[in-house]
C-alpha cells in the first residue's frame, strides 16, 4: 500500500529529473576535466544521448539503475504497489534502450553505457572514469587506424566491478 495519497505521489515523481542528473553530472565534469569536449541531448541521434563526444564518435548514455532496470543490481527493485504499471514502463524503457543503441551502431556511432552504481562508492567511481578515459583513447585510434566497422555498446560497471572485484574485467584481457 502506497503511504502517500495520488497528488503527493504526482508532486513527487514529477520532480525526478531526466537531465543534469548528479551521475550524469559527474560524468560530465570528469570528462571536461580531462580535457573532453561534448554536446548534450543531441537532438539528430537517435535516444538523445546524454552525452555526445563528435571526436570520438561516441555516445554516453548515463542510465538511472531503477528507471533503465540494470538487472542484478543493488539499486533495482521492481516497487511492490502498482507491480504491473512499473514492469511494462520499465520493459519498455529497456526495449527502448536497445533499440537506440541498434540505430546508433547503423549510423557508426559507438555507445557506452555508465550505470548509476558504478559512480556511488568514490573508490569504484574513479575505476570506472579512468576506464572510460582509456575506452575513449582506444575508440580513437582503433578509428584512426581501421576503417569503418561494426561498433558495439559498452556497459559499465563491468560484470563484478561494483562491489569492487575485477576478475571479469581481468578475464576479458
Not at 555516445?59 to 543493488?74: A, L, P, Q, S, T
Not at 511492490?80 to 543503441?101: A, G, L, P, Q, S
Not at 582503433?142 to 569492487?164: K, M
Request: hydrophobic share 30%; charged share 30%.
Amino acid at each position: 500500500m502506497d503511504t502517500m495519497s495520488p497528488q503527493q505521489r504526482h508532486k513527487n515523481m514529477a520532480a525526478i529529473r531526466s537531465a543534469d542528473t548528479k551521475p550524469e553530472m559527474t560524468v560530465r565534469c570528469w570528462l571536461h576535466s580531462r580535457g573532453f569536449r561534448y554536446r548534450l541531448n543531441h537532438p539528430r541521434l537517435p535516444g538523445h544521448p546524454d552525452i555526445v563526444l563528435r571526436k570520438y564518435r561516441t555516445c554516453i548514455f548515463v542510465n538511472g539503475c531503477f528507471w533503465h532496470g540494470h538487472e542484478g543490481c543493488r539499486y533495482f527493485r521492481l516497487p511492490k504497489t502498482n507491480v504491473d504499471f512499473w514492469r511494462t514502463k520499465i520493459e519498455r524503457n529497456r526495449e527502448r534502450d536497445h533499440r537506440d543503441y541498434q540505430a546508433l551502431a547503423r549510423l557508426g556511432w559507438h555507445t557506452i553505457v555508465i550505470w548509476e552504481c558504478s559512480l556511488r562508492p568514490a573508490s569504484v567511481r574513479q575505476r570506472t572514469l579512468e576506464s572510460l578515459e582509456q575506452t575513449l583513447y582506444h575508440i580513437f585510434l582503433a578509428d584512426r587506424q581501421l576503417p569503418a566497422g561494426p561498433s558495439r555498446t559498452l556497459h559499465y560497471p563491468v560484470q563484478g566491478e561494483e562491489d569492487g572485484t575485477d576478475e571479469k574485467l581481468a578475464a576479458e584481457q
